[in-house]
């Protein structure tokens, strides 16, 4: 699976904005996609995850009620709407993928990766 993110940019604190990921190659409902963000300094974090089939979606507490995932089977996209945005929300988004059914997240349990798209909340 080749996956490719997108739609990040900068916005200022209590707006929106909305990340893709282009997943390509085989992609199937056995496939868990995950999202994913690592601010300068700090550690990559889990922000949200989805299975492809049926839809079950998991949370980081930090974004629980502001973000959401989603996806569009067809098209082979996953999202991520990100609303009230905070500053501490800056980071590099990254969207990840594996075949199982763990909504996991540690990222070393993923093994597909895309390259980052960057969200920058001013205040």
């Known amino acids: 699976v080749q996956l490719q993110a997108f739609g990040g940019g900068l916005v200022q604190a209590g707006g929106s904005l909305r990340l893709s990921c282009a997943a390509s190659g085989r992609t199937d409902s056995s496939y868990v996609m995950g999202w994913f963000r690592q601010a300068p300094g700090n550690k990559r974090e889990f922000v949200a995850s989805?299975?492809?089939?049926?839809?079950?979606?998991l949370y980081a507490d930090s974004v629980k009620g502001r973000f959401t995932i989603s996806r569009h089977n067809a098209e082979n996209m996953v999202y991520l709407q990100m609303n009230s945005l905070k500053p501490e929300d800056t980071a590099v988004y990254h969207c990840?993928?594996?075949?199982?059914?763990?909504?996991?997240?540690?990222?070393?349990?993923?093994?597909?990766w895309g390259q980052g798209t960057q969200v920058t909340v001013s205040s």
């Open positions: 989805i299975k492809w089939s049926g839809g079950r979606t």
């Open positions: 990840a993928a594996r075949e199982g059914d763990i909504l996991a997240t540690m990222d070393s349990w993923y093994d597909c």
